[in-house]
């Protein structure tokens, strides 16, 4: 039997939206408990300020709770707070990396879950 995982994931909801939507689907799909951030859809009232920090508080929970967080950064550029998240994550959870692609990770989500946290389409954070 597969290792079910807890995985998070991090990202541009704005860039990176639609690729985080297929990660979490595969990875999900795969048998893993997936955290990710929700985008904001259009027409929504925009957060205030104390629910962006409440959000970001649950997501600080959810990547100490990961046995590994993966950063989905399709354009290889992440932004500031997915670079403050993932530095976050190197500090607090067993494993971090970076996916930019993404195709490959969708292809084949399992093929790495055996125990191990690496996977072709996965490179070592290093913020």
């Known amino acids: 039997?597969?290792?079910r995982l807890t995985i998070t994931l991090c990202g541009s909801t704005r860039?990176?939206?639609?690729?985080?939507?297929r990660v979490h689907r595969a990875l999900a799909l795969a048998g893993h408990l997936v955290h990710a951030p929700v985008p904001h859809l259009p027409g929504e009232p925009t957060p205030t300020d104390e629910q962006t920090r409440q959000l970001a508080d649950r997501?600080?929970?959810?990547?100490?709770a990961s046995h590994l967080v993966i950063a989905v950064i399709p354009d290889g550029q992440p932004g500031q707070a997915t670079r403050a998240e993932m530095t976050?994550?190197?500090?607090?959870?067993?494993?971090?990396?970076?996916?930019?692609?993404?195709?490959a990770l969708v292809g084949d989500p399992a093929a790495w879950l055996d125990g191990a946290d690496i996977h072709p389409a996965l490179q070592p954070a290093t913020v």
Do not use: F, K, S
């Open 1 to 3: 039997m597969r290792r």
């Open 59 to 64: 997501h600080r929970a959810a990547i100490d």
């Open 88 to 103: 976050y994550a190197e500090r607090y959870a067993p494993a971090a990396r970076w996916v930019t692609d993404v195709d």
């Open 15 to 21: 860039r990176a939206a639609h690729d985080l939507v």
